[in-house]
């Protein structure tokens, strides 16, 4: 049986007074982890910074002096033709004037401006001539500075960029709380789990494309946080213009006839289908406790209203909610206010169809809990919308939309070891803050944490090798060129499914349909009636997309290895075994685009052999 972990009765308060400088701090540790097993000198590295600091500033300043005698370059240049062209009329003038006096001031014009244009070409093609070259020289040898400068931080730091690797902030949230446990990989097993015991769905609509999960458990109580792209057909409207002319003819005031040009511009539109693409990033949530409690609600942002504000939005809201009660009493429904009119109105879900279990779930503490996450600002306040289907329960977020839970090593890489701390604790930190407050209106509830299912307790076995959900993530780790359909355009996402898979040992064989759209240029000629008294045929070019496939085989092992092992085994081409393979890496997972090559059980087998060495 699994060791208890802590509850966390009161999650928001926890992690402001605890969790939150927890997981600051184990972010810091971890950072320090790497940075002694990199072997980077943090002060040697900080004295190569401050010399590409200092070869920055001369080379800003060589440009400005550059620029500076450019300048004045540009501006004797301007002078010299000044000077010229009064040369010219000046001799001009004195050659045809018609009076001694005139002619003996354009040539005193004339030959004083010629002194005047040769100083200031000489000017140019010696003295200045000489400071343009050596201002570029300066600017050169400070840009090679610079270059060589930056070469040494990043020869400096490269070990360190080298231990970067995927999954590190779930590393350090698993660490500061216990009752938190994410998964390495979403597996098939959890997902078997997810969809046999809760009745979760794999996404299996052919328009979408899963880009993201990350997968865990609290108490047994399985979750996925899925980011997942979703390609729609709606109406898009294309315009056209045509310009017309013509003439008219009238009599003027003398009984003469006259023409008269004129000129209007036609404008046309059609309707036709697109694609849309748009992302939707969720977390799902299986609980049995409450089976038969099914409701909804939405965000009322109530962190953004003012106390008086909040005290009239209630009132108001009770009001129909007293209303909805003495209905759902004469037609022998089962709505009934709870009592609590703040939360009554600010929670919302109305739509509840169990007041019993509903009641299970919303005891006054995870009432308390519930109101202290709706009303305070900080971090995010009410941005969720709350789902719950029998088992299944989805919080969708407004913060998880904008923020990318990829926890990809390229966040990371730098040169300044400084700046690459600070950047690394503040990613883990945004990454733990939005996902425990993804999971905060779940673990408010203190009986989900309470309920562990039979499963968890006696650690029944699972099937199969990876999740649909990480096959789809691995795919779309690609060049989308790997997969794209002949006939697609080059500008469009792909929407890569999984449709099927077959063991390969520990690893499997995935088949990949991509699916995008040929787009083909269309003109319709849409009739328009014209001041001319004429209708005209007004050109509306669109675009015509005809959805296209390609299927394709990628292979998957768990290799379970480290991405520094990944890049030193890619540079040996995997041992000579694996010909020039289109591959991809991921949180211990190594994903092959099928080619030259079939994925076998072997192959796995000395792919993952070669990881362990």
Not at 262 to 271: D, M, N
Not at 390 to 398: A, D, K, P, Q
Not at 533 to 539: A, E, F
Request: hydrophobic share 35%; aromatic share 12%.
């Amino acid at each position: 049986m699994p060791e208890e972990k802590q509850v966390l009765f009161e999650p928001k308060v926890m992690y402001e007074r605890m969790l939150k400088d927890q997981y600051h701090k184990g972010a810091t540790e971890y950072f320090n982890e790497l940075l002694t097993k990199s072997g980077v000198n943090e002060e040697e590295n900080a004295s190569l910074v401050r010399t590409l600091k200092d070869t920055e500033k001369r080379l800003a300043n060589a440009s400005k002096s550059l620029g500076g005698v450019l300048a004045l370059r540009g501006f004797v240049i301007f002078l010299a033709v000044v000077t010229g062209l009064a040369t010219i009329i000046g001799f001009y003038v004195g050659s045809r004037g018609n009076d001694i006096e005139n002619s003996w001031i354009g040539f005193i014009v004339g030959g004083v401006s010629l002194a005047l244009f040769v100083l200031f070409m000489v000017l140019l093609f010696t003295v200045i001539k000489k400071k343009v070259n050596e201002a570029k020289d300066a600017k050169d040898k400070a840009q090679s500075d610079k270059n060589r400068a930056l070469a040494d931080c990043e020869k400096n730091a490269a070990s360190l960029n080298s231990l970067f690797d995927w999954g590190i902030p779930q590393k350090v949230m698993e660490k500061a709380t216990p009752i938190i446990d994410l998964d390495p990989v979403f597996t098939g097993e959890r997902l078997q789990y997810l969809k046999e015991k809760f009745g979760f769905n794999e996404v299996t609509a052919p328009g979408q494309s899963v880009l993201e999960v990350l997968s865990g458990q609290i108490e047994g109580n399985p979750f996925v946080l899925e980011k997942i792209l979703d390609c729609t057909i709606g109406p898009k409207t294309y315009t056209g213009e045509l310009t017309i002319y013509w003439t008219t003819t009238y009599r003027d005031s003398n009984g003469r006839t006259q023409t008269q040009q004129h000129s209007q511009t036609l404008h046309a539109s059609v309707t036709k289908p697109a694609p849309y693409y748009s992302t939707l990033t969720q977390l799902v949530y299986g609980n049995e406790a409450a089976p038969h409690l099914h409701f909804s609600r939405k965000p009322v942002h109530a962190e953004r209203m003012s106390q008086g504000e909040r005290d009239r939005y209630i009132k108001k809201t009770i009001k129909k909610l007293d209303s909805k009660e003495a209905k759902d009493l004469e037609k022998s429904s089962n709505f009934t206010k709870l009592g609590n009119d703040e939360f009554d109105a600010l929670f919302g879900a109305f739509n509840r169809d169990n007041e019993v279990e509903f009641r299970l779930l919303f005891t006054p503490l995870a009432i308390k809990n519930t109101i202290k996450l709706l009303k305070d600002a900080e971090p995010f306040g009410d941005d969720f919308h709350f789902t719950k289907d029998g088992m299944v329960n989805t919080i969708r977020s407004e913060h998880s939309q904008r923020f990318d839970y990829s926890s990809s090593p390229a966040y990371f890489f730098g040169y300044d070891v400084s700046v690459m701390r600070n950047k690394f604790v503040k990613y883990c930190d945004d990454f733990i803050k939005n996902l425990f407050f993804d999971l905060a209106p779940l673990l408010s509830i203190p009986l989900y944490q309470m309920h562990k299912p039979y499963e968890y307790i006696y650690e029944t076995p699972y099937r199969s090798n990876f999740s649909s959900f990480e096959q789809e993530v691995l795919a779309n780790g690609f060049d989308p060129s790997f997969f794209r359909p002949n006939l697609a355009g080059n500008d469009l996402p792909l929407i890569l499914k999984a449709k099927s898979s077959q063991k390969r040992g520990s690893g499997d064989v995935v088949l990949i349909d991509a699916m995008s759209y040929q787009e083909t240029p269309m003109t319709d000629y849409v009739s328009v009636h014209g001041g001319d008294g004429r209708w005209h045929n007004v050109p509306v070019d669109w675009i015509k997309y005809d959805e296209v496939h390609k299927s394709s085989k990628m292979g998957i092992s768990n290799v379970e290895g480290t991405r520094n092992q990944y890049l030193k085994n890619k540079e040996t081409g995997f041992g000579g075994r694996v010909n020039v393979l289109k591959t991809y890496f991921e949180r211990g997972m190594m994903a092959i685009f099928e080619g030259d090559e079939d994925f076998k059980e072997e192959l796995n087998n000395e792919l993952i052999a070669l990881f362990k060495d």
